[in-house]
């Protein structure tokens, strides 16, 4: 019942890559008169290198998980400044910023009794129990609203689960529906007297794999402990209470630091023409440590990193600068974004886009940019046709978060939104691994970030709404 | 890509169960006067009543995994008794035999220098490093061949990592035919020199979810360190290795107690006519400890003790003796089996059958029965038709691990083949739990078991083969 990918298609895209290239060189034509022409050719070029793939394997196999502020990011970050010297980008820029690490503990948690054995995963900045862990009676509430809803102190010594009811969908939207039980619930469940706090996954799979994930706390709070359940342990909770009360002994310890430190990465292909215009295009490279970093967000970086290449290789000369920029620490509270766009707020960055949503298909397109660019945005739906995407829906696009600030500055934002069916069976749980990657869909994307950058990148009417 | 099973039918089959048995009671004919007839009564109710999944949910729910000789398997052999009771089945008798008894220890491996860690679980039987762990060199074997072919005292001072080609297959052939990887390679790898071992799962899925599974060593030789890498490590590990040398630090501290105990546990349907020929269904009570025991194998239980009951509260009396084995500690040696086996020797088992191969559709009927059992046979397969199984494919079946010793005595031989297309995604994982179990399935089996079994214990012709 449970289809595997076809995973002779991941090895192969590592054996293919030389060949492919060597083909896509004769195959490109000699001469292409129109931005369309250009564009169906860098199209075609990103599908017949199918370079994504060796960045993605080399940066998850030799770096493995990144997590934020640790040394782990730096060896990502080393990774991208090589990267992006070898695909030929210049003015190769490391922009430190300061942040708070937190590290992941011991961590384990048992039904008293029995001795059954829940798969957790504590969230990114929960607190800390004592070293030996501590047991209380779990309290079960079906969702937020549930826990909203019980009154003040009642949790008094207790361990509030959080169940929810998130669904599969192929544009996320579940995961924002059903976003507070971890981001606000463990908070809330202190601030009614819990002791910890356990949730069920934000995730779509029924693996014994917890989905991690940053929880906020007020200020001058210090956190209690918060992990997530697999659902098959969730659920198998739920139906101990369902039968009677259940007490439930968690271990998590992990450590916090203020004073850390990470970087945005940023290389060019100057503009030619109109340099100080600039597109924004990138991931981010912090990951969580229980995966490998892989769909996310990895791929936002292979396939940005390989459709910058794909125009420089072209022999393309953009008339805007192009500028791909990998993002530090996103996961722990978008603080690579933020400091981005505090830091280049004066420049011309006249349009931003993100890559952070895995790395099956692009759908459908979405943008905010000034009535002056939607011909540009109609261009973009024309090019991608032939690769399944569907037109733009509308044009109040987010464009990932670490490109939100700059949004709000008033750069235009293009998303190319992914297919995220399987999204939240992999996001932030170990199972964010190299296999589950399917090459044709990691080119798609490329091809089609390839394409709409390099419209984008060629043209002059302005995109900024602000 | 990853489809998950419909869940809602698990959800489903709990709170149906009432009804549906009260459903069955009416639907059940007045009179069936052929023993075809009952079979199809019998079948029908069966798949009416669903009895099976609230069994599986209630022992997996409230007892959970059940690790060979220790207090949780004792739990499950309580629960057996009492469920048996309420099954309406008598002459329970609980079978002590004596057991080494394994137990994991802390488990961990980390690629040095990236840190990267990697998902394992040590092998039952296996031996244990220093509590501090031990630290070499990686020495890849494509396959046991491969191994084989290392000169003597080669692995030295190494890890060996045995890697293989476990393909999905329906009626799980090529868990035998890289068998030998797990059982037997440590012990060789270890012949050679190596300080520890780690192979890739016997497994067919790709979630951060090892196989466990036992390993064998020589009588007098104390086992070094192995375990089992989930496919996505076991991939990662070759990539890097693929690149360079590799060295690991292995943690594996599991204890063994070599005085343990363990029990069979069963009850009976008596026969009216010819009680001492005896007809043994069953299960096995222990499971590995890092899963729920759900498709290995409270399935099994749960399928042939709901099949004695349809038959039981269909009113039927057979006239050959229903004996429902549940056995003890299957997983680490077939000490159930065998102590069976040993017991009951002397007795008249004319046909032994255990369900132990997940909780999927039985899609073909084996046997070896007597010349004089193969109309017996004949009318299964007719009797089965109506559920998709496919006729008798040869007269070689071994039946299950634990009647294998049965059948060796000379008790006939029935195996209700179902459909493990998925079984070695969870075999022996952490993904062992009740979100896997589809309903329809399950009843299924207990359809086709019952009617077997039925046809089996009205019938008069002889079935040993010796």
């Known amino acids: 019942m449970m289809k595997r990918l076809d995973l002779t298609a991941v090895s192969r895209c590592l054996l293919a890559a030389a060949l492919a290239t060597a083909l896509a060189t004769t195959a490109t034509p000699a001469f292409a008169a129109t931005r369309a022409e250009q564009a169906a050719m860098v199209r075609e070029r990103a599908l017949a ?6 960045l993605l394997s080399d940066l998850t196999t030799t770096v493995g998980q990144r997590l934020a502020g640790t040394e782990a990011e730096a060896r990502g970050r080393d990774w991208a400044v090589k990267a992006m010297k070898a695909a030929g980008l210049v003015n190769i820029k490391v922009e430190p910023f300061p942040i708070p690490v937190w590290q992941r503990g011991a961590e384990s948690a048992e039904i008293i009794g029995t001795g059954q054995k829940l798969a ?5 900045s929960s607190g800390a129990t004592p070293a030996a862990g501590i047991t209380a009676p779990v309290v079960y509430f079906a969702d937020y609203a549930a826990l909203e809803a019980a009154a003040p102190g009642s949790l008094a010594g207790r361990i509030a689960f959080i169940d929810h009811h998130m669904m599969r969908a192929q544009d996320g939207s579940s995961y924002g529906t059903n976003g507070a039980v971890r981001r606000a619930g463990p908070a809330l469940a202190q601030a009614k007297g819990a002791v910890a706090v356990l949730i069920r996954s934000l995730g779509t799979d029924y693996h014994r794999n917890p989905h991690t994930g940053s929880t906020s706390t007020p200020a001058g709070v210090t956190p209690i402990a918060s992990a997530a359940l697999a659902l098959p342990d969730a659920e198998l909770l739920a139906r101990r209470l369902a039968a009677g009360p259940v007490s439930v002994k968690l271990v998590s310890t992990p450590v916090f630091d203020a004073n850390g430190q990470s970087a945005n990465v940023s290389g060019e292909i100057p503009g030619v023409g109109a340099p100080a215009e600039v597109i924004v295009i990138g991931g981010h490279i912090d990951s969580w440590d229980i995966g490998q970093g892989v769909i996310d ?9 390989a459709a910058a290449k794909v125009i420089k290789d072209a022999g ?5 600068t192009i500028r791909v920029v990998f993002f530090g620490s996103e996961e722990i509270g978008i603080y690579g974004g933020r400091a981005y766009g505090a830091a280049h707020a004066s420049e011309n960055i006249v349009l931003a886009a993100e890559s952070d949503f895995g790395a099956d298909r692009v759908y459908r397109v979405s943008s905010k940019v000034a009535e002056t660019g939607k011909p540009l945005i109609a261009e973009i739906n024309a090019a991608l046709a032939p690769l399944g995407v569907a037109p733009t829906r509308d044009n109040g696009a987010g464009g990932g978060a670490d490109v939100a600030p700059l949004g709000a500055l008033g750069s235009g934002i293009l998303e190319l939104e992914q297919d995220g069916s399987r999204y939240f069976d992999l996001h932030h749980t170990p199972d964010d691994t190299l296999d589950k990657v399917d090459r044709a869909q990691l080119d798609q994307n490329v091809a089609a970030w390839a394409t709409a950058v390099w419209l984008a990148a060629s043209d002059d009417r302005p995109l900024r709404t602000k």
Chains 1, 2 share one sequence.
Do not use: V
């Not at 957790?120 to 990114?124: R, T, V």
């Not at 393309?316 to 805007?320: K, S, T, V």
């Open 316 to 320: 393309l000369q953009p008339r805007r």
């Open 49 to 54: 290198t199918s370079s994504a793939c060796a």
């Open 297 to 305: 967000d990895g791929a936002g970086m292979a396939i940005t990193l």
């Open 120 to 124: 957790i995963a504590a969230l990114g």
